[in-house]
């Protein structure tokens, strides 16, 4: 393998900038799309500490690998585009770039138009780490789009958005046959057993429904709760969920901020009104704060086929389910048509084991909330899209997987 940038000093160059500059980039994405600034400050940290573990571990990730008098080769595709969301601008981009370039590619970034600042402080930053010869970003228009999939040093792409949007960009790549990485959002599970800790569960979906203002793929959106705790967890939940402190991103106490766009509040308000009408009981919030601020909101007796429940809810609102026992948590749990993650709640060995092998998710965390790390493969299965970022698998995704046999 051949890389297009030296790793270490590069990488290590663009760690420093990173952290040296965190607070000068959490405001930006702060003043862009409304996260509050704490949150802002944690995705930039977060964008250092994947830049320093792919300098150390990403090489030997695409070692050759001997089998009998055979080996197997990671070599770059080529041309890695990646269209990327507002929601997390400098996150999104460096878990994708990061692994790409140490597989020796090249990468152009399409970035949301609701994010330029954030786009051009990529761009520059990455320049003067080392990679502007081998990486671009900007804001482009959605026309660009079609030529750029279409174009023949284009030999991948990595998608984040909605599931309208990237089936539509993964029909453009597959009439050129390029290679998609897909991450289409989430209506993720969060199961609650009687045998959990409930302290811990509570604040935990708090903080898990709440993160990046609710406008998270990964966020606990669906709150399944086995019935002999459920009213214990719905009165803690929703005395939690009314209890945040809302309003101004930039102000540190803050825990929850205004949604980045009046579409966004717009298509949220619908969803909630469409739930409401459909059966559902307002025990909090449901209503619109101020501009793009809404309230923290938990529904209860959410009827399945409501879209609360069936559609992937970008913003505070919590909706909560009753479950006779496991069985019946878990296909609640799959009744949806996304399938990205699932957060499990349970003291339980058996339980755990069960929800393991039975959650039609890409991931399974137990007792933790649903997160991303550099080290661990990232994705979903349905329609929260397909192939993985991250990890060992992430970074082979963006690699030619060449089989050697010598006789």
């Given at each position: 393998?051949?890389?297009?940038?030296e790793a270490p000093a590069s990488h290590s160059l663009l760690a420093d900038i990173l952290e040296t500059r965190r607070e000068r980039y959490a405001g930006l994405i702060t003043t862009e799309m409304r996260k509050t600034i704490r949150s802002a400050r944690a995705e930039?940290?977060?964008?250092?500490?994947?830049v320093r573990y792919f300098s150390q571990h990403g090489p030997s990730m695409l070692r050759e690998e001997r089998i009998g008098n055979a080996f197997i080769r990671y070599e770059p595709l080529g041309t890695v585009l990646g269209i990327m969301p507002w929601n997390f601008p400098f996150w999104q981009v460096i878990r994708f770039a990061i692994p790409a370039l140490i597989a020796g590619n090249r990468v152009i970034v399409k970035h949301s138009s609701l994010v330029p600042g954030c786009a051009a402080a990529l761009e520059e930053l990455m320049?003067?780490?080392?990679?502007?010869?081998?990486?671009?970003?900007?804001?482009l228009p959605h026309d660009v789009v079609p030529a750029l999939i279409a174009d023949p040093r284009v030999r991948a792409v990595v998608v984040t958005a909605g599931h309208e949007t990237g089936s539509h960009l993964a029909s453009l790549a597959g009439k050129h046959v390029k290679k998609v990485i897909l991450e289409l959002g989430g209506s993720d599970a969060f199961i609650v057993m009687p045998s959990a800790d409930l302290n811990r569960a509570v604040a935990a979906a708090v903080r898990s429904r709440l993160h990046c203002n609710g406008q998270a793929c990964t966020a606990a959106k669906r709150f399944i709760v086995h019935r002999e705790i459920a009213d214990e967890f719905e009165h803690r939940f929703v005395a939690a969920m009314e209890s945040v402190r809302v309003g101004d991103p930039f102000d540190e106490r803050t825990e929850l901020g205004p949604l980045a766009t009046p579409d966004v509040i717009a298509r949220l308000e619908?969803?909630?009104?469409?739930?409401?009408?459909?059966?559902?009981?307002?025990?909090?919030?449901?209503?619109r704060i101020e501009e793009n601020l809404y309230a923290p909101t938990v529904l209860s007796d959410v009827p399945l086929?409501?879209?609360?429940?069936?559609?992937?809810?970008f913003g505070p609102v919590a909706a909560l389910f009753r479950a006779d026992d496991l069985a019946s948590a878990i296909a609640i749990a799959n009744n949806s048509r996304f399938g990205l993650g699932a957060s499990v709640w349970t003291r339980d060995r058996d339980e755990s084991d069960r929800c393991i092998r039975e959650l039609q998710t890409g991931q399974v965390f137990i007792n933790a909330i649903v997160s991303s790390d550099p080290a661990l493969p990232f994705g979903g299965t349905k329609d929260s899209g397909y192939g993985r970022e991250l990890g060992a698998a992430g970074i082979r995704e963006l690699t030619n997987v060449k089989c050697v046999s010598i006789a």
């Open positions: 393998m051949t890389a297009l940038v930039v940290a977060k964008c250092a500490k994947t320049g003067e780490a080392g990679f502007g010869d081998v990486f671009s970003c900007a804001s619908k969803q909630v009104a469409k739930t409401i009408a459909a059966g559902a009981t307002v025990l909090a919030g449901a209503y086929d409501s879209p609360a429940a069936q559609e992937e809810t």
